[in-house]
Nanobody
Protein backbone atom coordinates (compact mmCIF):
# COMPACT_ATOMS: atom_id res chain seq x y z
CA UNK A 1 0.00 0.00 0.00
CA UNK A 2 0.90 3.69 -0.25
CA UNK A 3 0.67 6.21 2.55
CA UNK A 4 0.46 9.95 1.88
CA UNK A 5 0.97 12.59 4.55
CA UNK A 6 0.20 16.23 3.80
CA UNK A 7 1.44 19.17 5.81
CA UNK A 8 1.80 22.93 5.57
CA UNK A 9 -1.81 24.08 5.58
CA UNK A 10 -2.97 27.00 7.65
CA UNK A 11 -4.35 30.52 7.64
CA UNK A 12 -2.89 33.15 5.34
CA UNK A 13 -4.00 36.59 4.23
CA UNK A 14 -4.96 37.35 0.65
CA UNK A 15 -1.91 37.98 -1.50
CA UNK A 16 0.28 35.82 0.70
CA UNK A 17 2.06 32.55 0.06
CA UNK A 18 1.99 29.05 1.47
CA UNK A 19 3.80 25.81 0.66
CA UNK A 20 2.18 22.41 1.07
CA UNK A 21 4.13 19.17 1.30
CA UNK A 22 3.12 15.59 0.61
CA UNK A 23 5.39 12.72 1.60
CA UNK A 24 4.75 9.27 0.15
CA UNK A 25 5.82 5.96 1.64
CA UNK A 26 5.09 2.29 1.19
CA UNK A 27 5.30 0.24 -1.98
CA UNK A 28 7.00 1.63 -5.04
CA UNK A 29 5.84 1.70 -8.66
CA UNK A 30 7.74 1.77 -11.92
CA UNK A 31 5.97 4.92 -13.11
CA UNK A 32 3.51 7.25 -11.41
CA UNK A 33 2.31 10.80 -10.95
CA UNK A 34 1.61 12.79 -7.82
CA UNK A 35 -1.10 15.40 -7.83
CA UNK A 36 -3.02 17.95 -5.82
CA UNK A 37 -6.78 18.34 -5.56
CA UNK A 38 -8.91 20.67 -3.48
CA UNK A 39 -12.48 20.80 -2.25
CA UNK A 40 -14.29 23.81 -0.85
CA UNK A 41 -17.48 23.46 1.23
CA UNK A 42 -20.46 22.73 -0.98
CA UNK A 43 -18.34 22.34 -4.11
CA UNK A 44 -17.02 19.45 -6.17
CA UNK A 45 -13.49 18.19 -5.77
CA UNK A 46 -11.26 20.10 -8.18
CA UNK A 47 -8.01 19.14 -9.87
CA UNK A 48 -5.23 21.60 -9.03
CA UNK A 49 -2.16 20.14 -10.69
CA UNK A 50 0.17 17.17 -10.88
CA UNK A 51 3.68 16.09 -11.79
CA UNK A 52 4.83 13.03 -13.68
CA UNK A 53 7.66 11.51 -11.69
CA UNK A 54 9.68 10.12 -14.58
CA UNK A 55 9.39 13.06 -16.99
CA UNK A 56 9.07 15.86 -14.40
CA UNK A 57 6.32 17.36 -16.54
CA UNK A 58 3.60 19.31 -14.75
CA UNK A 59 -0.02 20.23 -15.43
CA UNK A 60 -2.11 22.93 -13.78
CA UNK A 61 -5.72 23.94 -13.65
CA UNK A 62 -6.41 27.24 -15.37
CA UNK A 63 -7.55 28.81 -12.11
CA UNK A 64 -4.11 28.41 -10.51
CA UNK A 65 -1.75 28.56 -13.49
CA UNK A 66 0.86 31.24 -12.96
CA UNK A 67 0.27 31.35 -9.20
CA UNK A 68 0.92 27.77 -8.06
CA UNK A 69 4.03 25.69 -8.72
CA UNK A 70 4.53 21.96 -8.20
CA UNK A 71 8.00 20.64 -7.48
CA UNK A 72 9.49 17.47 -6.04
CA UNK A 73 12.25 15.99 -3.93
CA UNK A 74 12.89 12.73 -5.74
CA UNK A 75 15.02 11.18 -3.00
CA UNK A 76 12.29 11.72 -0.41
CA UNK A 77 9.29 10.91 -2.64
CA UNK A 78 7.88 14.26 -1.65
CA UNK A 79 5.90 16.69 -3.75
CA UNK A 80 5.39 20.37 -2.95
CA UNK A 81 2.69 22.82 -3.88
CA UNK A 82 4.00 26.38 -3.69
CA UNK A 83 1.03 28.75 -3.63
CA UNK A 84 1.49 32.46 -4.23
CA UNK A 85 -0.83 35.43 -4.72
CA UNK A 86 -3.46 33.56 -2.75
CA UNK A 87 -7.10 34.55 -3.06
CA UNK A 88 -10.07 33.88 -0.76
CA UNK A 89 -11.47 31.53 -3.41
CA UNK A 90 -8.42 29.31 -2.90
CA UNK A 91 -9.80 28.38 0.52
CA UNK A 92 -10.34 24.61 0.56
CA UNK A 93 -9.13 21.31 1.89
CA UNK A 94 -6.16 20.31 -0.23
CA UNK A 95 -5.51 16.63 -0.93
CA UNK A 96 -2.43 14.87 -2.22
CA UNK A 97 -2.93 11.83 -4.45
CA UNK A 98 -0.93 9.27 -6.42
CA UNK A 99 -1.88 8.18 -9.92
CA UNK A 100 -0.74 4.76 -11.01
CA UNK A 101 -2.03 2.54 -13.81
CA UNK A 102 -4.25 5.32 -15.07
CA UNK A 103 -6.11 6.28 -11.89
CA UNK A 104 -5.69 8.33 -8.74
CA UNK A 105 -6.08 5.44 -6.32
CA UNK A 106 -4.23 6.68 -3.23
CA UNK A 107 -5.16 9.75 -1.21
CA UNK A 108 -3.89 11.68 1.77
CA UNK A 109 -6.01 12.92 4.65
CA UNK A 110 -6.13 16.50 3.44
CA UNK A 111 -4.89 19.77 4.88
CA UNK A 112 -6.95 22.93 5.36
CA UNK A 113 -5.94 26.14 3.60
CA UNK A 114 -7.82 29.27 4.59
CA UNK A 115 -7.22 32.60 2.85
CA UNK A 116 -8.64 35.63 4.59
CA UNK A 117 -9.62 38.85 2.85
Amino acid sequence: QVQLVESGGGLVQAGGSLRLSCAASGRSFSDYAMGWFRQAPGKEREFVGDINWSSNSTRYAGSVKGRFTISRDNAKNTVYLQMSSLKPEDTAVYYCAVRVYGKYGYWGQGTQVTVSS
